[in-house]
């Protein structure tokens, strides 16, 4: 299989080269235009595209076009290996180039070439600063073709978002481009919106992206009202949980469960009979959260304090991720253990996996300078193939075998040994670490032995681009904390080379092979000399954990002395297994959350497109007429009286005396009956409607979206509940997955049911707010008002109680999808 793959990706190089060859030819003729002429083939290829010319045909020549105006505007002309990165980026790939090869310069070429369709491209990088570097970096080169580029940053108002869609290419991180999707679907009106749909889409750092950030969906929520008493109740009760004794720990997967004597420890510090009954599953829910943040969940190293805030540190890339919270109350858990302000727990409005966000676009690519080893994973949740690029350059870095020690006391005396004696003869040395923690205890150590040194973590993230492209001068000693894909270059200080190069210094291996692959490619770029090299020891986590009882019986075997380290074939085939089964779990988790995700998904494109035709719409007899027939179908349904064999009509015109409708139903068929009722309940929303006038359909169609909007709400609720209880399922030899989806199915049902009910509800009985002077009389009237809606003008008569019998066929949520079908 591997040679298959290896075939495979020559035949693609080769291809490529072929195309190449071509864009090559045309350089000459392109450098021969004036800049007019140059820059007026952008209105020439999008006249033959308006004439049936394909991307692809015009690729030679627009990549010819882009190469020349980069090299006028920005002083680059793009490598024959670039060219290359972009035709697969147009593809639709993932492309791995290596670190240095010029990623940023390589996704012009797709970009210019998809924009030139009239279509919003987009490209989707790690953080703020690096999107607005980039276009502002790449911008001139769009701008000299012809062509608009805007950027996305976090807290832009909306109108700038607007401007920055409106360009031909914006650049965002994805979380914003996520984030502004969800947005875009709580809009009441359709000129708020702001994306302009998905067509292309370019992810920078694919992997760390689409496949590390992918385990944490993107979430809209608001404040709930659970007390923050209650967080700071639990985390001091947790403290007297006893670990072993009273819960068992499991570090593999984090997760952790209550012994039985912790049980009857909880229900005696809570004074409760019985923990696990359905009324007291909060208290269980908050207990089992304030376990999780002591022993999970570490400052300096998951997260920091500032400010009076805690602060969540991306554990791939080291950066702060402001605004972003842990889910389900573990922020505030997190907050009460630390003893700083708790925020309000969250209700959700609006959420969507990374996975399912970028699903979305006809064509998505990828680039990054690991990728290869998660190609399955790609393949299987995005539908693309990797494709590695060659370097411009042979890579002549030297990869030395890890050196492995016994503990992590020796460990870190070898590291500064090693930084201080490449410091002596003043080579650069990248130090990186999996921690914070970690990098502060070295920074420590190398300023007791007077080593000038940056450290780079999330406490030092506004400088990360100034310390980064200083890694490589002499005597530069740098602390990064998982330096991975940092998006700008370390370059070689003069004399550098013949030092040796960059000497990168891995600390711990990490969880993840490619984090360990993207620090060490940041040594060797373009062909200069390089170094690598990962000082380790058993007590680090993926040895202790993973590696476990092989490590020590090889280290008891050996009989290593103090300070002495290893360097063995074994001990790194232990290593590469322990980091698979680390991967293996996080890709586990990943795949529950798509496949959870991905019935969810079904029924938020459901939701979001009913959302979107009531936005594009003016009038809503017919929906709603709709809606009125299957309300009556269900509440006629509901009345059928099994022993009497007959609809219990009484019960029909009780229910219409809701809405002030006096009725003496006269059927005696269902069929009858039904349509007594509809005739009654159509009349009723004609005198509405001729009642409010020209106001009525602006107030029918808020009075629809609030209600989806709220009932969408309270679904996702329940579906972060149901997700908790059919994982429990396993132990019953159910798959969780195939629960979830009946049970999410038939929620579903019972949320369109409800809407409808909530919108008939509203409908039959909204009235006018009267003036002034009647008001008196008119809250006599309408005593049990309960919804204003001013800028409408209008409220709602009768009481809330709506409908909630539900009819032994759900046609409801099938004739919503038949309306509003999936459209990608």
């Given amino acids: 299989m591997l040679f298959g793959l290896i075939d495979k990706n020559k035949s693609l190089i080769k291809r490529y080269a072929k195309i190449t060859k071509k864009i090559n030819e045309l350089e000459k003729s392109i450098r021969s235009l004036s800049d007019n002429e140059l820059s007026g083939k952008t209105e020439e290829f999008k006249n033959r595209i308006n004439q049936g010319e394909s991307l692809d045909n015009l690729l030679p020549e627009a990549f010819a076009v882009v190469r020349e105006a980069s090299r006028r505007t920005v002083g680059m002309r793009h490598f024959d290996v670039q060219l290359m990165g972009g035709i697969a980026l147009h593809e639709g790939k993932i492309t791995e180039m290596k670190t240095g090869e010029g990623k940023t310069l390589v996704a012009t070429l797709p ?69 502004d999707y969800l947005r875009d679907n709580l809009v009441y009106e359709k000129g708020e919106k702001v994306q302009k749909g998905h067509f292309f889409a370019i992810v920078d750092e694919a992997d760390s992206i689409l496949i590390d950030e992918a385990r944490t969906p993107l979430i809209i929520s608001g404040p709930s009202d659970t007390p923050s008493e209650l967080y700071r109740r639990f985390a001091s009760l947790s403290k007297r949980f006893v670990p072993d004794k009273d819960y068992t720990i499991d570090e593999k997967q984090k997760s952790l469960s209550l012994t039985e004597e912790g049980i009857s420890k909880a229900e005696k510090l809570l004074s409760l009979e019985n923990l696990y009954d359905p009324s007291n599953i909060k208290y269980l829910f908050h207990l089992l959260n304030a376990l999780k943040a002591i022993n999970f969940f570490k400052r300096d190293k998951d997260y920091i304090i500032k400010d009076g805030e805690v602060i969540i540190v991306d554990e791939f890339t080291g950066r702060l991720l402001p605004g972003r919270r842990y889910s389900e109350g573990l922020h505030q858990a997190i907050e009460a253990k630390e003893g700083v302000k708790i925020k ?30 998660e190609e399955d994973e790609f393949k299987a949740i995005y539908n693309s193939e990797v494709v590695i690029i060659p370097t411009n350059e042979p890579v002549i870095r030297e990869d030395r075998n890890d050196l492995i020690y016994k503990t992590t006391k020796e460990k870190y005396e070898a590291i500064i040994d090693e930084i201080v004696n490449r410091n002596k003869k003043g080579q ?73 190069g960059l000497l990168v210094l891995g600390t711990e291996r990490h969880e993840s092979r490619r984090i360990d692959n993207q620090l060490i490619g940041r040594a060797g770029r373009q062909g200069d000399p390089g170094e690598s090299i990962f000082i380790i020891s058993f007590e680090d986590d993926v040895l202790r954990l993973f590696g476990g009882e092989r490590m020590k019986n090889l280290m008891n075997a050996l009989k290593i002395e103090e300070g002495q380290p290893i360097e063995h074939k ?126 009525f359909n602006k107030i029918a169609k808020f009075v629809m979206l609030r209600i989806i909007d ?69 809250k006599k009237i309408y005593a049990n008002l309960n919804f204003v809606h001013n800028n409408n003008n209008s409220a709602i008569e009768g009481s809330n109680d ?13 004739k919503i999808r038949k309306r509003y079908k999936v459209k990608r």
Avoid: C
């Avoid at 969507?352 to 006809?362: C, G, L, S, V």
């Avoid at 007077?450 to 310390?467: F, T, Y």
């Fill in 710 to 778: 709220e009932k969408w709400r309270y679904h996702l609720d329940s579906i972060e509940a149901l997700k908790e209880s059919v994982g429990l399922r396993s132990y019953g030899q159910k798959d969780p997955v195939m629960e979830f989806k009946k049970e999410s199915y038939l929620m579903f049902d019972q949320m369109v049911d409800s809407i409808y009910d909530e919108i008939v509800n509203y409908l039959m009985r909204i009235v006018k707010v009267v003036p002034e002077k009647e008001e008196k009389e008119a």
């Fill in 428 to 500: 650069p040395v990248l130090v990186g670490t999996t921690s914070i923690e970690n990098s502060e205890v070295l920074s420590e150590m190398l300023r007791k032995k007077g080593v000038p040194h940056e450290v780079l973590n999330a406490k030092q993230h506004e400088r990360e681009a100034e310390i980064v492209a200083k890694a490589g001068e002499k005597n530069a000693v740098t602390i990064a904390t998982n330096m991975a894909g940092r998006g700008t270059d370390i370059k070689l200080g003069e004399g550098v080379k013949e030092l040796g």
């Fill in 111 to 179: 970009i210019y070439l998809n924009a030139l369709t009239g279509e919003n491209v987009h490209l989707a990088t790690h953080n703020d600063y690096l999107a607005k570097r980039d276009a502002q970096w790449m911008g001139p080169v769009y701008e000299f073709l012809g062509l608009k580029v805007g950027f996305i940053q976090a807290n832009m108002d909306k109108e700038d978002r607007r401007k920055a869609y409106e360009a031909n290419v914006t650049y965002g991180t994805a979380n914003e481009f996520g984030f």
């Fill in 802 to 814: 709506s409908n909630n019998s539900k009819s032994k066929e759900n046609k409801s949520a099938n």
């Fill in 344 to 373: 309000e727990e969250s209700v959700t409005f609006a959420t969507i996996t990374f996975q399912n966000y970028f699903r979305m676009y006809k064509k998505l690519s990828g680039m990054t300078g690991t990728a290869k080893t």
């Fill in 570 to 695: 074994m001990l790194s085939k232990v290593i590469r297994d322990a980091q698979k089964k680390i991967e293996g779990i996080h890709f586990s988790i990943r795949k529950r959350l798509y496949e959870f995700d991905s019935v969810m998904d079904k029924q938020r494109t459901v939701i979001y497109n009913h959302r979107d035709w009531i936005l594009e719409q003016d009038n809503y007899d017919e929906h709603i007429e709709d809606i009125i027939k299957d309300f009556v179908e269900r509440i006629v349904t509901s009345s059928w009286d099994e022993n009497e064999e007959r609809v219990d009509k009484k019960a029909i015109n009780q229910k219409l005396k809701q809405y002030l409708i006096v009725s003496d139903i006269k059927g005696e068929t269902i069929e009858e009956v039904e349509k007594e009722v509809f005739d009654l309940l159509w009349e009723r929303y004609k005198y509405k409607k001729e009642e409010f006038g020209e106001d």
